[in-house]
């Protein structure tokens, strides 16, 4: 029997391994009939990067672009927030994503917005989706190809089934405070959490959901490759936390992206009782009438 590399023996700790996919997995497989690509790059307006572009430049072969900020509720003020389920049955049908289809997601930061959109497609019912581990830093790194060519993809069948639990509005979060039924994870920074740092979007207020704890996204990824450190160390890090693994979890950021990194790291935990905050901190911290935390 050939001995497992060492990446093999830590996703086998995971109870969900297949959720997480080396760069030597998507080599070998990125051919296969039933398997796509997705590059889901998102980033911050203040790093003046522009996904799109970087996605005609250089992808991985095959790959179609996912826009998380058009693949979303539009006529909302708040930024690319959960679209309705016709809107999105339609992007992924044009983008050739559906039933039957083993989908991969990486994007440009090692592991961010990836989040982002595997939380989404499983949000409406589509349960093949996986991340690439170390995302396009990666894959680069290791000197895989690339291209610049549009890819063409025919269109195909997505039957979109949103599943509520895996979403909170800002009314149950609201509700939650009282009650403490799930706790409430935020994936900011520890200053951003206590109020100390200011936030990079004008007009919120510092600071946190009361009765909230705070693990910043990045102590999920292993530092120089953003790959996602073992299950030992997540499950570390979450009870760390404070998070009770066994309980239910809401997990916050400050637009709804980071905090799908959160669930996900759950997720591979086997945690099945994970919801996202969708607005997050930009729509509490917007609205004066919502109570907030400073301080640890």
Request: charge should be negative; charged fraction near 25%.
């Amino acid at each position: 029997m050939t001995k497992p590399l060492d990446d093999e023996r830590i996703r086998m700790s995971y109870v969900n391994p297949n959720s997480l996919v080396s760069t030597d997995w998507l080599a070998e497989h990125a051919k296969a009939p039933d398997v796509r690509i997705v590059d889901a790059s998102w980033y911050m307006p203040a790093a003046n990067r522009n996904p799109r572009a970087e996605y005609d430049a250089a992808h991985i072969p095959g790959a179609v672009f996912f826009d998380i900020d058009e693949i979303a509720d539009t006529d909302n003020s708040l930024p690319h927030m959960v679209p309705s389920p016709e809107k999105f049955s339609s992007r992924m049908r044009k983008l050739g994503l559906g039933d039957g289809n083993r989908i991969v997601i990486y994007d440009g930061s090692g592991l961010v917005s990836a989040a982002r959109a595997w939380w989404l497609i499983r949000l409406f019912g589509h349960e093949d989706v996986a991340i690439l581990d170390g995302g396009l830093p990666k894959w680069k790194a290791e000197g895989r190809p690339l291209e610049d060519l549009p890819v063409k993809l025919a269109e195909r069948h997505f039957t979109s089934r949103i599943n509520s639990f895996m979403l909170r509005e800002k009314d149950q979060v609201l509700r939650n405070i009282d009650s403490n039924r799930e706790q409430v994870l935020d994936a900011r920074s520890a200053g951003r959490f206590t109020g100390s740092e200011a936030e990079p979007r004008e007009g919120l207020r510092g600071g946190h959901i009361p009765n909230s704890h705070n693990l910043p996204f990045t102590e999920l990824l292993n530092e120089g490759d953003s790959t996602v450190r073992t299950a030992e160390e997540l499950s570390a890090a979450f009870t760390e936390a404070g998070i009770e693994l066994k309980q239910p979890v809401i997990t916050s950021c400050g637009s709804g992206i980071t905090a799908c990194v959160l669930a996900f790291g759950l997720h591979l935990l086997g945690h099945r009782r994970v919801a996202v905050f969708d607005g997050s901190w930009t729509e509490w911290g917007l609205d004066e009438t919502t109570p907030v935390e400073t301080g640890q």
